[in-house]
Every structure is written in structure tokens, then in C-alpha cells.
């Protein structure tokens, strides 16, 4: 097995929103970032994916398995962190391990104490009492105490201040590095997945728009500056999307390499996953 | 599913101690010859267990849950047998309660008495948890409050309504040929009642969609 996820053409139609023919593949011990705005399409894949949405069109397959037919299974060896759905607020972190026992054939309570303690989360506590950072890393540790083999995590570090976000960053590297973990990971806080993510997965409006490896991305693409004169001889199969700015033109383009060879611009940036964002969303064509 | 048990009782822990308290009143009552509230306590914890849905509901459990190894399954599951469970231990407790209290007051204990009224409240009990699951599952706790409150009301019409045109004392004369089995027939249609309510909660949870 290769792929620890493969979405193969990934169809769900809402009233106002559809998902048209998701397909990428996570392989295994990598961590993939999946970016896209607000809407974009980012939860709901995720949620087809644990069948948490269970009338789509499309295959999706978990460690080679099917996930509808082989969901215990599967779930038995995925971590999950959801963007707003956890253990009511009434329960503490001691409930939660106590109904993680039952719950998880492979639940490791010295684990989860370890990350509570870690996180500066008090065991008998209500939920309610904590902050939003706080839950967000209750939620990390609970998705983390079962020796997942995959975890599927929606915007873990929203809500977290930077600190936080560093130390919750650097658990999910080393979790990679010491097992063999994979990791599916959404945010639109692009800057973290610049540093841990060995793919980006980009969706936008429903519809997968790029999904290559960080190093790709980050290395071969890039945002030529130039003027309008300049920007009108350039060829439109040259770059990707374009906006112009206040004094100039942002271009992006996939070969920084190739463009420089053909054309007399000396301005190539290097792009970061926002920049991708903002140009792929707002840019024209 | 005792992990789902587990976090079921958790949530409702608070609730015991307001159970033990109306226990003790209910055991004081009983004592000075004032009301018999027994048959309150089971009820109780059926009331207590659908707030678990509102918390569930406004924490998005369910769509958590799901992400869980047989999470659909053993959510349903765990709200049936918490609530039974917990319903046969309040009814023990306030059956022996009522044994106690009986002897104090008369010196015997009316053993006939005290089961059938428990035999009857817990089915009550049983009844109102088979009614309210599906629609909670189906609609959400404040749309089934309403739904039972509608039912409730018009059972009560179309019972009086039929009453009118109705019999009934030929009906429960021709019946009583069954009081014999009484508690058996309460039993088994009890378990038919809950097994089938708990199939339809399991067969709506299934099917949604968060």
C-alpha cells in the first residue's frame, strides 16, 4: 500500500455548493496540506471522507480499504481533529479518556496524560472553562493518544496563538518522523504547511485546483513583476493567473526557470501558499 | 459501546445528585404518610437523559461521533441502554424504598401493590423513551418536545372522542382474561416497543448527514 488516502472523483451537490470530481492521493509517512478560503470545499471533503456525509458520488479508499465497507477498521487507526464538533462541553478530560478506553482498541491513557500535561490542561476540568487554544489541543490529544496511522485534521491550529502553533507544529513533524503516521491536514493558515507539508492539495470553489509536492510549489513557481508594456507580451499559455496591482503586475507562473529563459524579466519572487491563493482566487486569466 | 456509555453517564453525573435528593424526599414523603411520588423518579431519568441530546446537539457530538470506530451504531445504542440502565436503578432503589416504607407505616409490606405500581411506572417510562428517541433522532430535541406535547394531546382527544362511541368497560371485561399474564404481556410488549424504537433511532442516525 502506497497511498494511505486516495479520493478518486469526489461528487456531493448542495442547494448552493458542489464538490465536482475530488481526486488526490496521500502516500504514505506524508503530510498533506490542503488549502482553499473559507467555503471552499476544504470541510467537506474532509467529512466524506470519514463518512461523516455519506450520500456522495465517488471512491475513496483508507489504507487500501474501502471506506463505507471497512469503516471500524479504518476509523479504528485515524486520529481526527474536526473544525467545531468534539465531546460536549460538560465532560472533562478525564471523562473523555475514560470513554476513549471504550471507544479505541489501541487507546493509550499514559499518552493522553502525557499531552495534558504537555498542554497545561487540567484533567478534571469542564471543557467549557477552557479557552479556545485549549480546547483545540484537547482535541490534538485526543486525535494523537491512540497510535493513529492516519489523522485527519480540519484547521488544527485555528484559535491557537503563535507559541501554541509552533509546539502543536512540532509534535505533528515528529509524529511523522517517529511513526508511521500520515497526515491530512486543512488550514488556512498557510505559513505552518510551508514547513511540515510534503504535498499541497489546493481546492477552490469545489474543485481541486493544483495538488503537487511542496518542494514543486514552492521552488519552481513563482510571481513575475512587471509592467503593463511588459505584461502584454507575454504569451497566455506562459503563465497561470494575473492581477494588477497599484503599480505593477503579478504574474503567476508554474516554470520560474523556463519564463526567465524566454523572457527579458528580472523580477521572479518566490511564491509562498498565500500568494498561490490570493493569485489562483483572484486573478484573472 | 461502553465507551459511548461511558461518556453518556459522564455527562449526566451532575444529575445524580438531584436524583439522590428527590430520592430522599420521595423516602421522607413516604414516611409522614404524604404523597407517593415513586412513580416521578424513573421518569426522571429519561428527562435526564434527553438533555444529553441538547448537549450532544450544541457541541456537535453527533457529526464527531461518526468519525469514530462504530461511532452511527453506538451512539444510538448507548442512549437506549444508559437510559434503561439508569431506569432500572432508580426503580430498584425506589422499590425497596417502598417496601421499607410500607412496613414502617403498616408493619407489612403489600408486595403486589408496590410491583405492579413500579411494573407500570417503568413501563410508562419505557413508553415515552420508545415515542421520543426517533422523533429526537429524527428532529432534534426542541422539535420533539413540541411532537410529544401534540401527541400527548391528541391521544388524550382521540381517546376522548372514542370514548363517547366506545364501550370500554366491555372491552376491558372481555380483556380480563389476561390479567393473569399481566406481567408478562407488559414485558414482552415493553421489549418489542424498545427493540423497535431503537431499530428506527439506528435506521434515522444511519442515514445523516452533518
Redesign the interface.
Known sequence: MDNVLEVKNLCKKYDNFELKNISFKLPKGMIMGFIGENGAGKTTTI?AI??????YNGEIKIFGLDNRKS??EI??D?G?V?D?????????PN??N????????NWDTGMFNDYLKKFSLLPNKQIKTFSKGMRKKLEIATALSHHPKLL?LDEPTSGLDPVARAEVVQIFQSIIEKDECSILLSSHITADLEHIADYITFINNGEIVLSKTTDELLNKYGIVKCTEKEFKDIDKKDYIKYRKTKYEYEILVSNKKDFKTKYNISIIDKITLDDLMVLMIKGEK | ???????DL??IK?NFKLLGILIVVYAIMGLMGKMDMSFILPFMCVMIMIS?FS??N????D??S??????RK?SVKSKYVTTILITFIVSIITTLLSFIISYVNTQTINYEQILVTMLGTVFGTLLVLTIMYPIIYKFGVEKARIGIFLLVFGIVIIGGLLANYIDLSNILKSLAFLEDYIIIILIIVAVIMVYGSYKISERIFS?K??
Open positions: 467529512k470519514l463518512n461523516i456525509i455519506k450520500s469503516d471500524k476509523k479504528e485515524i481526527v474536526l467545531d464538533m468534539f465531546f460536549p462541553e460538560i465532560l472533562t471523562d473523555i475514560k470513554a476513549m478506553q471504550g471507544i479505541y482498541r485527519i | 459501546m461502553t465507551g459511548f456509555i461511558k461518556k459522564a455527562m451532575s444529553t448537549y450532544d450544541y457541541n456537535k457530538w457529526a464527531y461518526f468519525s469514530l470506530p462504530n461511532g453506538n442515514k448527514d452533518f
